[in-house]
């Protein structure tokens, strides 16, 4: 999966000089996409029974978490016009 939009930044932050080094930070954090395929694999563990859950490929989990995530920053653009 090529991911083209990540929906930049989930929880921006304005660049602030470090008052120890007197250096710009810049603090991104992660991405929308990440945020979106976080909660989408959080709901996927929770909704799965215990019993069911050792059949999880981690690989399958990431590989569903990030389609829905990316189906998720997909839309928000199509209904905002909001691209990164």
């Known amino acids: 999966m090529k991911i083209k939009n990540h929906g930049g930044p989930a929880f921006p932050r304005d660049d602030h000089v470090d008052a120890k080094t007197g250096m710009v930070v810049q603090q991104n954090g992660m991405t929308l996409m990440d945020y979106f395929a976080t909660a ?18 981690i690989k399958n989990l990431t590989y569903v978490s990030y389609s829905i995530a990316e189906a998720m920053v997909d839309e928000r653009a199509s209904r905002t016009g909001l691209r990164s």
């Open 40 to 57: 989408a694999v959080q709901g996927i563990l929770a909704s799965t029974s215990e019993r069911r859950l050792h059949l999880l490929k």
